[in-house]
C-alpha cells in the first residue's frame, strides 16, 4: 500500500491559465474523489468516481472544472481559466465501496 | 448552511489527560459518522467510524459516541498524547460512506494541542 500519491504537490499559476493535477489512487480501489480545501474549511465534495465512471459532481465544480479518469485508474482535475477564488488545497482521495476514504497529502494551488 | 458543526476551533489538554472534541449536525438523513486527524502538510487521515445503529465505537484510545436525539457526536482520547496534537475532523454521510451518493460533508476542524 504505496498511499494516494498527487502531483504536483505545489502550483503558482497566474490568473486566466490552465492547470491540470494528477491523482494515483491506492491500485486495488475502485472509488476516487476529489475534494477542495480552503483556510479554516474542512475539506468540501468536488466529484468521485467509481471505476471510470463521474458518478457524482458537485455544485461547486463549475463547467471550469474537468475531471476524468480514464481507464478506472489515475485521475486529472483540470482548471481552465483560473481565479483567484480557485486558490485551495485539492485533495484526492479513494476508497472500496462503502469503506473509509483514503487522502492523499494535496495539491495547493495559488492563483496570482 | 452548515450541516456539520464543529463549534470549538481549539483545544488544549494537558498529557495523560482525556481530549474531548464535539461536532453537531443538522441533517436528519445521516447515518454514518467519521473523524480524521490532520497534521500540516499532510491530507486528512481516517481514525474511526460509527453507524447511526450504535451509540459508541471504541479503537484503543479512541472512543466516538453518538446521541442521535440530540444531533450530536463526541470524540473522546484517552490517555491523550502529545502525537495526538493535530486538527480533528468530524465528517458525515448520507447511505453509509455515500454509498449512491459517494461523498462527506466535513465541519471545520478543531485543532487539538496536548501539552507535556
Known amino acids: 500500500d504505496t498511499g494516494v500519491s498527487q502531483d504536483p504537490r505545489h502550483k503558482i499559476t497566474k490568473r486566466g491559465q490552465n492547470v491540470t493535477f494528477r491523482c494515483d489512487p491506492i491500485?486495488?480501489?475502485?472509488?476516487l474523489y476529489w475534494y477542495r480545501q480552503t483556510l479554516g474549511q474542512g475539506p468540501e465534495f468536488l466529484t468521485y468516481?467509481?471505476?471510470?465512471?463521474?458518478?457524482?459532481k458537485s455544485r461547486l465544480l463549475s463547467d471550469r472544472f474537468s475531471a476524468e479518469r480514464p481507464k478506472g485508474s489515475f485521475s486529472t482535475l483540470e482548471i481552465q481559466r483560473t481565479e483567484q477564488g480557485d486558490s485551495a488545497m485539492y485533495l484526492c482521495a479513494s476508497s472500496f465501496i462503502n469503506s473509509p476514504l483514503h487522502f492523499g497529502n494535496g495539491t495547493r494551488l495559488t492563483v496570482t | 448552511d452548515q450541516q456539520v458543526k464543529q463549534n470549538s476551533p481549539s483545544l488544549s489538554v494537558q498529557e495523560g489527560r482525556i481530549s474531548i472534541l464535539n461536532c453537531d449536525y443538522t441533517n436528519s438523513m445521516f447515518d454514518y459518522f467519521l473523524w480524521y486527524k490532520k497534521y500540516p502538510a499532510e491530507g486528512p487521515t481516517f481514525l474511526i467510524s460509527?453507524?447511526?445503529?450504535?451509540d459508541k465505537n471504541e479503537d484503543g484510545r479512541f472512543t466516538v459516541f453518538l446521541n442521535k436525539s440530540a444531533k450530536h457526536l463526541s470524540l473522546h482520547i484517552v490517555p491523550s498524547q502529545p502525537g495526538d496534537s493535530a486538527v480533528y475532523f468530524c465528517?458525515?454521510?448520507?447511505?453509509?460512506?455515500?454509498?449512491?451518493?459517494?461523498?462527506?460533508?466535513f465541519g471545520k476542524g478543531t485543532k487539538l494541542s496536548v501539552k507535556p
Open positions: 460509527i453507524s447511526s445503529i450504535k
Open positions: 465528517a458525515a454521510s448520507a447511505g453509509n460512506y455515500g454509498g449512491s451518493q459517494g461523498n462527506l460533508i
Open positions: 468516481f467509481q471505476n471510470e465512471a463521474q458518478l457524482e
Open positions: 491500485s486495488e480501489h475502485n472509488r
